[in-house]
């Protein structure tokens, strides 16, 4: 079986520029998770969503960010306009719902902007 | 003040050595416990759920203390291949959220 699936894995980009990251969660599972990770801040929670509704958004850095889930099988997040302080690894991961599930990662995208 | 608090290492062992990892977590009402493996440049992984009694996988065993609010990973028989990055996550009861810990990175040299 597939895995969590993100595109791109890899995005350079220039400050100012607007970026969008996939996800595609494994089938059947009901919840989705955006992550990001910094050496400095480590993993962090950005946002999730729940049988494709956003359920906490607290962790979204400010309003340049911002997640979709249309379908149960397609996840977007943006950043618009980007900022080099943005630059890290994004990881979206999925779960059959619950906390005491497993979460599966993707294998995320390594963002650097210029 | 962070939801889980881990020892950011590196702790660094010789092979066949044993070694432990703590890690705090501020809700006491929390759930769900689980250590996570994430290798270099590569995505975390579930190593395994810690259960109220302790629970065993192989060379790897894991406890939690309620009282005050840990929950710890020894690795027996350390192998070149447990070098990683253990990743102590926390969900509390009400949500279907996971907090995750800084990690700990461990080398383990021949």
């Known amino acids: 079986d597939a895995g969590v699936i993100q595109s791109p894995r890899h995005e350079v980009t220039e400050m100012g520029q607007e970026v969008t990251l996939r996800c595609k969660p494994i089938?059947?599972?009901?919840?989705l998770f955006w992550y990001r990770q910094t050496m400095m801040r480590g993993l962090e929670l950005l946002i999730y969503?729940?049988?494709?509704?956003?359920?906490?958004d607290s962790g979204m850095p400010e309003d340049r960010f911002s997640a979709k889930m249309p379908n149960a099988s397609f996840s977007t997040l943006k950043i618009q306009p980007s900022e080099p302080r943005d630059s890290a690894v994004y990881f979206c991961?999925?779960?059959?719902?619950?906390?005491?599930?497993?979460?599966?990662f993707g294998p995320g995208t390594r963002l650097l902007v210029l | 003040r962070k939801e889980v608090e881990q020892d950011p290492g590196p702790f660094n062992v010789p092979e066949g050595a044993t070694v432990a990892f703590n890690c705090t977590y501020s809700?006491?009402?929390?759930?769900?416990f689980f250590w996570y493996r994430q290798d270099c440049r590569k995505e975390p992984k579930l190593l395994m759920s810690?259960?109220?009694s302790g629970n065993e996988d192989g060379r790897f065993t894991a406890q939690l203390n309620r009282a005050s609010q840990y929950i710890s990973l020894l690795i027996r028989d350390s192998k070149l291949s447990d070098s990683a990055t253990y990743l102590c996550?926390?969900?509390?009861?009400?949500?279907?959220?996971?907090?995750f810990g800084s990690g700990t990175k461990l080398n383990v040299k021949p």
């Open positions: 969503f729940n049988n494709n509704v956003p359920i906490d």
């Open positions: 809700n006491s009402a929390s759930q769900s």
């Open positions: 996550v926390v969900s509390p009861w009400n949500f279907n959220k996971f907090y």
């Open positions: 991961a999925s779960t059959r719902g619950g906390n005491q599930e497993t979460q599966y």
């Open positions: 089938s059947g599972h009901n919840s």
């Open positions: 810690v259960y109220s």
